[in-house]
């Protein structure tokens, strides 16, 4: 028998969440069930992605962004109490990792962007060394990474750029890291490539000449949480699924 505390320890372990100051709890965030025998991971405890665990009969739902974050009023009403209402109707366990999963070297978000992507990591810097500093595989333009991210993440980015620009140094951070986009431009890269763009990102990108690419939040953090999710499912020999949703943000 595989327990929630089993599972919950072992991913702490793995993913070395005491080395994290983050602004969302890393770990168990509701309990349900003892016994873990299905697990569904998702990129966020969405309401969809709850409601696909409890019909799949899943003991835990494992996910990217949990449900509780320092932001938020701590009320348990509307949305927020429907989705635990489910959880806890079906026994379901929400454990949820943020900024230790994004980080972790083989199964993180930005590990695993660079895998898909091609991407030789040099480096880490910026906030808890969140910033990936590297160079592509091989050198192509600004308008031909653009499609490669569309052709692999099935989402269209923004692009902030001379298209005709070679990429030899690239920075990444998947999700919604556009304020690290200075630091990238002061490490002296080409691109950067992140989740989210805001206002800022592109007067910087034209008065750098460092390409600004947003990819999506949701479309560059699915690949951690599946990651972790066929590594658990080894480690336990459990049965483990993916939800995802099409989210265009």
């Known amino acids: 028998m595989t327990t929630r505390r089993q ?26 069930g003892n016994e873990v025998r299905k697990i569904i991971t998702a990129v966020t405890a969405s309401r969809a992605a709850i409601d696909y665990a409890a019909k799949q009969g899943a003991d835990m739902l494992l996910v990217h962004h949990g449900m509780f974050w320092k932001s938020e009023p701590v009320t348990i009403t509307g949305w927020k109490k429907q989705r635990i209402a489910t959880l806890l109707q079906h026994q379901i366990n929400l454990a949820g990792y943020h900024l230790p999963l994004d980080a ?18 040099d480096y880490q810097c910026g906030e808890q060394n969140l910033l990936n500093i590297g160079r592509p595989e091989q050198v192509e333009t600004l308008s031909y990474w653009a499609g490669e991210l569309l052709h692999k993440l099935g989402r269209a980015p923004v692009i902030v750029g001379d298209d005709a ?10 999700g919604g890291a556009q304020s690290f986009f200075q630091t990238a431009i002061d490490e002296g890269v080409d691109a950067f490539v992140t989740g989210e763009i805001s206002e800022a990102q592109y007067h910087l990108a034209n008065e750098t000449a460092v390409a600004f690419i947003s990819a999506g939040h949701h479309a560059t953090e699915r690949y951690g949480i599946q990651a972790l999710g066929v590594a658990a499912a080894h480690e336990f020999g459990i049965e483990v699924q993916f939800f995802d949703e099409q989210n265009p943000a």
Request: net charge negative; aromatic share 10%; charged share 20%.
């Open 104 to 121: 972790h070297p083989e199964l993180g978000n930005n590990a695993r962007l660079a895998k898909i992507m091609g991407w030789q990591s």
């Open 7 to 32: 599972i919950i320890e072992w991913c702490d372990h793995t993913l070395q969440t005491h080395l994290f100051k983050d602004y969302a709890p890393n770990g168990l965030q509701v309990e349900g």
């Open 165 to 174: 620009v070679e990429i030899k140094k690239i920075a990444w951070c998947t």
